[in-house]
């Protein structure tokens, strides 16, 4: 399935996308997708409702704002340098083990919502990123059963403020959490839609030009890998974002000198299977 929230900003609600690509309101079968539904076998709930009503349910009108295909979650966790290209761009090793971070989860907005620059920022960058929705509570997971603790995949574009990120005491977390910098979307869609999550082409273009265009085979540490990696330092929760890295073409590593995003510029991503989204980028107001 393909999971979607629709509305403006404060009045979102569930729905589901189906295969032709037209959208139905699920609000009638139960809560909207937060931590409760994925805990408490909402997801198989949800395909019962889809098989029977799915059809007869209201459509949703293709300009409906989509919203972020879950509600916050009790935590964004963020694996930097998880692409060997991306390592060499930066000039930086190849990890022995993931690197971790955090993004705020006030961060997340819908896919095509604008990216605000922070006040004060000069280096705003982009990240086209796998993102996994974890499914059920996991602590101390194994790599053997880590993908039974999977509910999904997204799309999402990880915005760092360069400056904040590494010129204001060495934590990441600051470059990363400002409002708008966690699109997420258009739809979740359940394990069974992504075979494979290792063999996805992912793209990036800024005004149209081309900045990303990689492969998550080219991931250092996998999925199973890092779901159980990250289980092993914090417990998370049904609903909970791991964001797998970036390849290459970020503007922090273009040469001959970095390049940034300025007011009015348009960012566009996608991923196979998981969609595509758009941000124009807004000056702080």
């Known amino acids: 399935m393909k999971l979607i929230r629709f509305g403006e900003p404060g009045h979102e609600r569930p729905g589901v996308m ?6 139905v309101d ?27 009503d799915a ?10 704002r989509l919203a972020a295909p879950i509600v916050r979650p009790s935590k964004i966790v963020c694996i ?12 930086m090793a ?22 605000m620059i922070p006040r004060n920022a000069t280096k705003l960058d982009w990240e086209v990123e796998l993102a996994i929705i974890v499914g059920r ?19 999402h ?13 060495g934590q990441w977390v600051k470059g990363k959490s400002a409002d708008t910098f966690a699109p997420v979307g258009p739809f979740l869609a359940t394990r069974d839609e992504i075979p494979d999550p290792h063999a996805l082409g992912m793209w990036l273009t800024v005004n149209g030009e081309t900045r990303q265009k990689g492969t998550t085979a080219n991931m250092i540490f996998n999925v199973p890998t890092l779901v159980s990696y990250v289980s092993q330092f914090m417990t998370l929760l049904p ?12 503007g922090l590593g273009m040469k001959p000198s970095p390049q940034y995003l300025q007011p009015g510029d348009v960012v566009a991503l996608g991923i196979d299977r998981l969609g595509q989204s758009q941000q124009k980028v807004l000056a702080y107001a």
Do not use: C, M
């Open 18 to 23: 189906l295969d032709d690509g037209t959208r």
């Open 137 to 155: 509570r996991a602590s101390y997971v194994s790599v053997e059963e880590a993908d039974s603790y999977i509910a999904g995949y997204a799309l």
């Open 239 to 250: 609903g909970d974002i791991i964001s797998t890295g970036t390849p290459a073409g970020v």
């Open 94 to 115: 190849l990890p022995a083990e993931p690197v971790i971070f955090f993004k705020a989860t006030t961060a997340l907005v819908g896919p095509n919502d604008p990216v």
């Open 157 to 169: 574009n990880d915005y760092s403020e360069r400056s904040f990120q590494l010129e204001r005491g």
């Open 26 to 52: 699920a609000s009638s079968l139960r809560g909207d997708y937060d931590e409760a539904f994925f805990g408490d076998n909402g997801l198989r709930q949800l395909e019962q409702w889809a098989a029977r």
């Open 80 to 91: 930097g340098l998880n692409f060997r290209d991306h390592a060499a761009e930066s000039n």
């Open 55 to 64: 059809k007869s349910a209201p459509r949703v009108d293709a300009g409906v």
